[in-house]
Nanobody, 121 residues
Framework: QVHLEESGGGLVQAGGTLRLSCAVS????????VGWFRQYEGQERTFVAA????????YYSDSVKERFIIARDLAKNTVDLQMNVLKVEDTADYYC??????????????WGQGTRVTVSS
């Protein structure tokens, strides 16, 4: 059984920062990657960033590269997404997920419940 739970969403002004955290628990998580996805209303989930659980290699979408930082903490079993220089277009529901290291949400089999990020102008 795998469980993921996000925290840290909220309301922030454009240009501000926010830190999301994903607590991960369960079996065989070391063989996978943890990804962050976001979903705009009425649209499919899109890839934001991912990190390999064992090797720590990171991947980012072009839209967040240079602004967001993903990092895992093996001691705490958490994966954080530090979001800097937030833009109004970053407003979305954010989900963490466990799965293969790809940008496709279909390759992730376990998901958290999501947390909402709202960036005001």
């Amino acid at each position: 059984q795998v469980h993921l739970e996000e925290s840290g969403g909220g309301l922030v002004q454009a240009g501000g920062t926010l830190r999301l955290s994903c607590a991960v628990s369960g079996r065989d998580i070391s063989r996978n990657s943890v990804g962050w996805f976001r979903q705009y209303e009425g649209q499919e989930r899109t890839f934001v960033a991912a990190v390999g659980w064992t090797d720590g290699r990171t991947y980012y979408s072009d839209s967040v590269k240079e602004r967001f930082i993903i990092a895992r903490d093996l001691a705490k079993n958490t994966v954080d997404l530090q979001m800097n220089v937030l833009k109004v277009e970053d407003t979305a529901d954010y989900y963490c997920a466990l799965g293969s290291r790809t940008i496709n949400w279909q390759d992730y089999g376990y998901w958290g419940q999501g947390t909402r990020v709202t960036v005001s102008s």
